[in-house]
């Protein structure tokens, strides 16, 4: 009930596409929905986050949608650029004192010229 | 821009050994994490630590284990003896508001 399941494990996009990463969830006690982007080497970087009690959010070519009835989420990255291409994590977390990150397994993009 | 930093960003160390692993949270947060990353595989958390003791832990965060905020900037996690299992990028996170969180740069972990 604590697992963060997510798809594809591997994309490819060509530039100037959209990028779609799902994620689902069981909890219910979960509340926030963060996205992270990881580069080789690098530490998770928060990229965008969402809370149930809106559809959609947007940042720049970002968008997270959200379906709360299906316990659903994903990642829309529009004009894909080579420069996205990361390992990106959806997480989820619930409400409590110093609450846990609970990570989906991760999907590598890579974006082609 | 304030960040998480972690040294060393390497340690190689024998199996049965101790490790002290580093970090500097960001200034003014109050909520601190460390999770770990074998290679290839999903970040996991181990350990949150507010107000100074331990909030949760897993099941990973062992009695081999331990975490400390020895002043007001720096939060350690020590591995008393290490095992080869224990190979992996640990990842120390910082928080203002517990939902936040902000990662550090890594530190690799080598068990030999």
């Known amino acids: 009930q604590q697992q963060v399941k997510q798809s594809p494990q591997s994309l490819i996009v060509q530039k100037g596409g959209i990028s779609i990463i799902n994620c689902a969830y069981e909890?219910?006690?979960?509340?926030?929905f963060p996205w992270y982007q990881q580069f080789p080497g690098k530490g998770p970087a928060l990229l965008i986050a969402i809370r149930p009690d809106v559809s959609e959010k947007k940042e720049g070519r970002f968008t997270i949608s959200f379906n709360k009835s299906a316990k659903q989420f994903s990642l829309h990255i529009m004009d894909s650029q080579p420069g996205d291409s990361a390992t990106y994590f959806c997480a989820a977390i619930g409400t409590g004192t110093a609450s846990k990150l609970t990570f989906g397994t991760g999907t590598r993009l890579q974006v082609t010229l | 821009e304030p960040e998480v930093t972690q040294t060393p960003s390497h340690q190689v160390t024998q199996m049965g050994q101790e490790v002290i692993l580093r970090c500097v949270p960001i200034s003014n947060h109050l909520y601190f994490y460390w999770y770990r990353q074998i290679l290839g595989q999903k970040v996991e958390f181990l350990v949150s630590f507010y107000n100074n003791e331990i909030s949760e832990k897993s099941e990973i965060f062992d009695d081999q284990f331990s975490v400390e905020r020895p002043d007001g900037s720096n939060f350690t996690l020590k591995i008393r003896s290490t095992k080869l299992e224990d190979s992996a990028m640990y990842f120390c996170?910082?928080?203002?508001?517990?939902?936040?969180?902000?990662f550090g740069p890594g530190t690799r972990l080598t068990v030999l």
């Open positions: 996170a910082s928080s203002w508001d517990s939902d936040t969180q902000y």
């Open positions: 909890n219910t006690a979960f509340d926030y």
